[in-house]
Nanobody
């Protein structure tokens, strides 16, 4: 009932910007929080940012504070990740995630998208 699809990934030059999108085309009425994670080859999945669906409270990994902004779209079923001043260490597959419960600081999520590739060239 939850169908998460990411988009907006691609190749970007270091120092540039891009915006990732996540759309839930399935069940949306009980969305409590959503987040972004990323995973580079040979690395474990890493938390990036999260947002509560009521109130819009945000929570960021220390490594991306000031460069990355998570936000809700105008539509109830959309979420964005604005990435600025990207560097090659941002290269990864980016996944969006959704949970019907829990704190935005809880790194556990119940539903995941398939991911979108972000590659930053130096």
């Amino acid at each position: 009932q939850v169908r998460l699809v990411e988009s907006g990934g691609g190749l970007v030059q270091a120092g540039g910007s891009l915006r990732l999108s996540c759309t839930n085309s399935g069940r949306t009425s009980l969305t409590y929080r959503m987040g972004w994670f990323r995973q580079a080859p040979g690395r474990e999945r890493e938390f990036v940012a999260a947002i509560s669906w009521t109130g819009g409270v945000t929570f960021y990994a220390d490594s991306v504070k000031g460069r990355i902004t998570i936000s809700k779209g105008n539509a109830k079923n959309t979420m964005y990740l604005q990435m600025n001043t990207v560097n090659p260490e941002d290269t990864a597959v980016y996944y969006c995630a959704l949970s019907f419960r829990g704190s935005i600081s809880d790194l556990r999520y119940d539903y995941w998208g398939q991911g979108t590739q972000v590659t930053v060239s130096s």
